[in-house]
């Protein structure tokens, strides 16, 4: 304890950390009835920062090329030590992470946590949901198995139909017009560089808006909460609650990647046919289902494109709802954002449901 | 004097944006002709050899490459062979022949097209590209039709 102070006092002289200790002394976290909410937030993180350590780890067998990349996933999972337990830990996790996001995102949705002032804090969040689908939608290729390269074709394609500049956006992302190992290289360099970089600085802009804002009540609790605020402090009573559910779902965690271990599949091969059962992660499969009820013509427009600028519009719109939604801005119960909410969370749960169990 | 000293910020002001976009321009039209790939001569490539006769059975396809892009031949249970481009003019997935359906199918969404290529059900907006196809000694010979 000795020593321990001793260190502080040697920074303390050299580095003048008072304002930092007044604020952790000074946060707290709001009490009441949905609070719970708060910590997936956290949890997301912490699956964030296991994709990190994951991902690095992994970088040191994997080798990004068109002949080489199955092989050295393959040589991972079967002769490196742990290689299948570190592969199986980054999969699921990103899925996790994926998953948590969403619940957060609908949770901090539902508690209309995106009013003034924390408009910016909920369009960060958004980009950073959007950099979590970029992740994954560029980590799925790396293993270069089938099913990968077809949602990879898939999901490159759907950026041709952009008015305009489509094409230039589809030849950026696969380095060429098909997919082959220059869009293998291109989404590792997405996946390891560019994406942890920009997620990095929004994340930060995310965390900084978070500590500066505290969290939010919801409007239907605000009134009852404002009589008699019961708050908790962050540090550490609110940390120390959040670390259980980190290790919650690290038990979690490294008990799918070990009973389940992550499949590699059949390597990808540009001249096979798409295999039967072909889907996306279960993330894009709401999307994927959308467009395969599409008609390729409406109304002498091409149906694609249409569907495509529907969906672009309605993640525009979700992406700056707090604008949209003026009477949340004003503390007033919004009803109907609450029933687009749940309009949204049926339609991706029965548009999943049906892919998965009625859907040839 | 006042009036003199403010145009002149002005002025200044607007050069330095000026220069400023000018040298932002100029350092990114090379990131940008760099991050655009090059464009790689399409394969001319008119014909290849799909297959030996005899190799597929009645009632079955084989996808091939023709030059950098797939192409499926399929014999029909009378034993004529046809071919088309095996590109699902939906999203670009490679399309199967459906022995069961007797119909070509693109497992990404539902795509169906019949044995001339032409859609049946399914999002795909237009039908496939027909391919010529001659026997020449023991080999099926694909081409485009001219």
Known sequence: MDKLKKLSNWFEERIDLSGIRKFMDKKVVPVHKQHFWYGIGGITLFLFVTQIITGILLLLYYRPAADSAYESVQFIMTSVRFGWLIRSIHSWGANLMIFFLFVHMFSTFFMKAYRKPREMTWISGAFLLILALAFGFSGYLLPWNKLAFFATKVGTEMAAVVPGVGNHILMFLRGGEDVTGATLTRFFGFHVALLPITTFFILLIHLVLIQAQGMSVPPSLEKEYNKNPKTMKFFPDFILRDAVGWLAVLGLLGVLAALFPWGLGEKADPFASAPMGIKPEWYFVFLFQTLKYIPGRILGLNGEALGIFVIGLGILFWVFVPFFDHRAQKNLPSKTFTVIGIVLVLYILVMTTISYFFSS | ?146
């Open chain 2, 1 to 146: 004097m006042k009036e003199n000293s403010k145009s002149r910020r002005t002025f200044l002001l607007g050069g330095l944006l000026s220069s400023l976009t000018a040298f932002t321009a100029m350092m990114l039209y090379p990131v940008w002709r760099f991050i655009m790939p090059p464009k790689v001569p399409e394969s001319t490539q008119n014909a290849v050899k799909a297959a030996k006769v005899n190799e597929l059975e009645p009632n079955s396809g084989k996808v091939f490459p023709f030059g950098s892009k797939p192409a499926i031949l399929i014999r029909l249970a009378n034993g004529e062979y046809r071919a088309f481009s095996a590109v699902c003019t939906h999203l670009q997935c490679t399309v199967q022949y459906r022995k069961d359906f007797k119909l070509i199918w693109c497992a990404c969404h539902n795509g169906r097209y019949d044995l001339n290529g032409n859609v049946v059900s399914g999002p795909p907006p237009s039908s496939l590209e027909p391919f010529e196809v001659a026997i020449s000694g023991s080999d099926i010979i694909v081409s485009k039709r001219a």
